[in-house]
């Protein structure tokens, strides 16, 4: 079943350094782009997770985020106490200088800027975590996944029905054809008539005629047609990222109907070109939202 590009999902999990908490975005996009934003802590990471985001998903922009809740469990809290002694002593003399009073307490020294720091911990602590990581990782590709799944139902189910449009215009214009063909012979063949009266043999002016009839004949087109929607369908079916190939085929099928309607000069047919171009750009921006 074709999917759609268009998918969000979350996952979560809980290790003994935090809550890890992953969300994955995709949008429509020509090719396969994988973007990770990640704590400082999580980034000998980031090419594995762009690694098993793309075994996933195979095309469109993936913007994936991941976030710790407990930071603080991914290093060892470190005070600076010259820095705090500092800031201990400038504001004594702010308060001695302004004549105000009270004393600075601890939460108020240690909340100042870089009195605390937090120093990661050693790469081999931190290698426990992508168990838990990749976890909530899996968790949000396979809920981006039910998503893009359930809209490419949605657009399969259009398609069908859209496919049966383009049956019926095409039949129109393949049961018109013949009589195109033999309109278009007999209208050439009363002129040339009138043109050269007894000038022209029969043998010759049915020659011309043949081969001037089959300037508009439309078989050729009509065939090739019908084997592009025929792989079409067949790629529709397939369970495998196709929006390429569907994007391929749609331009060699406007190609067809694009020469049908230049060769037939017929009213009844135009008008049912006018409608196939119709029908196969309905689709075709369809199929800029499959995988």
Do not use: W
Request: glycine fraction near 6%; charged fraction near 30%.
């Amino acid at each position: 079943m074709i999917k759609s590009m268009t998918g969000y999902g979350k996952g979560e999990s809980v290790h003994q350094a935090g809550r890890f908490t992953v969300e994955v975005r995709c949008v429509n996009h020509r090719y396969g782009e994988v973007t990770v934003k990640l704590p400082r802590a999580l980034m000998q990471f980031e090419n594995e997770i762009k690694k098993k985001v793309a075994e996933r998903l195979v095309r469109g922009k993936i913007d994936v985020f991941i976030q710790v809740e407990n930071a603080l469990a991914l290093g060892v809290p470190t005070p600076n106490l010259p820095l705090a002694r500092g800031y201990l002593k400038a504001f004594n003399t702010i308060r001695e200088a302004l004549g105000l009073q009270g004393e600075p307490d601890l939460a108020f020294i240690a909340s100042q800027r870089d009195v605390i720091s937090v120093a990661a911990e050693a790469e081999a602590s931190l290698e426990e975590m992508p168990a838990e990581l990749l976890a909530a990782l899996e968790e949000a590709l396979r809920r981006v996944d039910e998503m893009r799944l359930f809209e490419g139902e949605s657009l399969f189910v259009d398609f069908q029905k859209r496919r049966e449009m383009l049956a019926l215009l095409i039949a129109r214009v393949a049961e018109r054809s013949p009589a195109v063909v033999a309109e278009y012979a007999a209208r050439l063949k009363e002129r040339v008539g009138q043109l050269c009266e007894n000038a022209v043999s029969e043998e010759r002016l049915a020659l011309e005629v043949a081969l001037l009839a089959d300037k508009c004949d439309i078989t050729e087109e009509l065939v090739r047609l019908e084997s592009h929607l025929r792989q079409f369908d067949e790629t529709l079916a397939k369970g495998e990222p196709v929006g390429r190939k569907l994007d391929f085929l749609l331009q060699e099928i406007n190609r067809e109907v694009n020469t049908i309607g230049s060769k037939a000069n017929d009213a009844q047919i135009a008008g049912a070109v006018v409608e196939l171009k119709a029908e196969l750009e309905k689709i075709r921006e369809q199929v800029q939202n499959i995988e």
